[in-house]
């Protein structure tokens, strides 16, 4: 009798022991599934913040329905440049846009002129879509890396649509020499 109890009571353990295990499997899998779910919202969100750090502007101006973000300000010693790193934002109807000219004078009053323009994949012309930053890079040539800190940089542009002519000005702007 007591090897009856016995058996039965083996069966019934053996059985939860085999439905347990099925469900140590199952949970396995489901943790399997979120652990990797996590690594996927981990790289979107690592996405999003530096695209949060690029877009962060170091001065901003506003005007004539545009925004204009100055994000990085950078100087090459080799090359004796300094390259300005921004996004225009048009708020009005998409329009095209265009430089004109850009000065930018150090804290001992040299002055230097602009050297090359990109207005996205353009040269000094592109279309500004409404509420869309694009990225814009502006050099300066033949800049000392003595200069450390740039007094004031003016931006003159001009376009067609709403808004006609009109300059950027951003004051005390310090380079990063790389």
């Known amino acids: 009798m007591k090897n009856i109890a016995l058996i039965v009571m083996c069966i019934c353990f053996g059985y939860n022991g085999f439905a347990q295990n099925s469900q140590c499997d199952s949970v396995k899998k489901k943790n399997d599934q979120l652990t990797e779910s996590i690594k996927a919202v981990s790289k979107e969100n690592e996405y999003f913040r530096k695209s949060l750090n690029i877009l962060t502007p170091i001065k901003s101006v506003e005007q004539g329905g545009l925004t204009f973000n100055l994000t990085k300000c ?37 002055n230097f002129l602009s050297y090359d323009f990109k207005i996205g994949n353009q040269d000094v012309r592109n279309m500004l879509f409404t509420d869309t930053p694009l990225g814009t890079k502006i050099t300066f040539k033949n800049v000392l890396p003595s200069t450390q800190m740039i007094k004031v940089i003016g931006l003159s542009y001009y376009g067609t649509g709403l808004f006609e002519k009109g300059t950027f000005i951003f004051n005390d702007i310090a380079v990063a020499w790389k």
């Not at 100087?75 to 300094?82: C, D, R, V």
């Not at 921004?86 to 150090?106: P, V």
């Open 74 to 110: 950078e100087g090459n010693i080799k090359e004796q440049t300094i390259t300005l790193t921004c996004f225009i934002i048009n708020h009005k109807a998409n329009s095209e846009f265009q430089f004109e000219k850009a000065n930018l004078t150090d804290i001992q009053g040299n």
